[in-house]
């Protein structure tokens, strides 16, 4: 099997992070794997936000936990508790994807956060891709989180990739084939 192969099988979403930064060159290769991303008509309806301030992730954590406290439903709130509490697992990294709210952008920004997670993977690096932390930036303090991001103006929340070096791993799930159809001419 091919290495690109081999990374696409192994790789899992990983929710146990170590408390050690990412390099520096671990970083630049996660923000040009994203950068590198394909889109439709090379628009880019993106900007990455490479969060490495522990803090401040820490804040978006607790804000999340907080909103997802208080709503209705507390599906999600109930599972992250039963995880140890953290909808962000400690990572050292939160790679936050503004998306420009074109046409195609939630599917470009979805290939975006794919290139991270492969990128990651084939570093040695643990990831998961996180759709809830648009949570936050859709609550109460949503413009002020946005601002301290510094999201460009009119750009909203599209996905976000945490990467980290993993505490554990874990096997990749099984191929599910019968999600899968052939039509054979």
Known sequence: ??????????????????????????????????LAAPSARNDMPWHVIMVT????????????????????DKTYYERIKERGGKVFYNA??????????????????????????LAAHSLGLGSVIVGLAGIPLGGPRGDE?????????????GISVLVGTANS?????DLNMAKLTYIKG
Do not use: W
């Open 1 to 34: 099997m091919n290495e690109t192969l081999k990374t696409i099988a192994e790789r899992y979403s990983c929710r146990d992070f170590k408390d050690a930064p990412l390099t520096e060159a671990q970083l630049k290769a996660i923000a040009d794997a994203a």
């Open 53 to 72: 301030d522990k803090a401040l992730i820490e804040e978006l954590d607790a804000e999340t936990m907080n909103i997802m406290a208080a709503m209705e």
């Open 92 to 117: 050292p990294c939160l790679v936050m994807v503004a998306s420009a709210g074109t046409p195609f952008s939630a599917i470009d920004c979805g290939i975006l956060s794919q290139n991270v997670t």
């Open 145 to 157: 989180l946005k601002k301290r991001l510094q999201f460009p103006d009119g750009y909203e929340f």
């Open 169 to 173: 791993g874990k096997e990749p799930h």
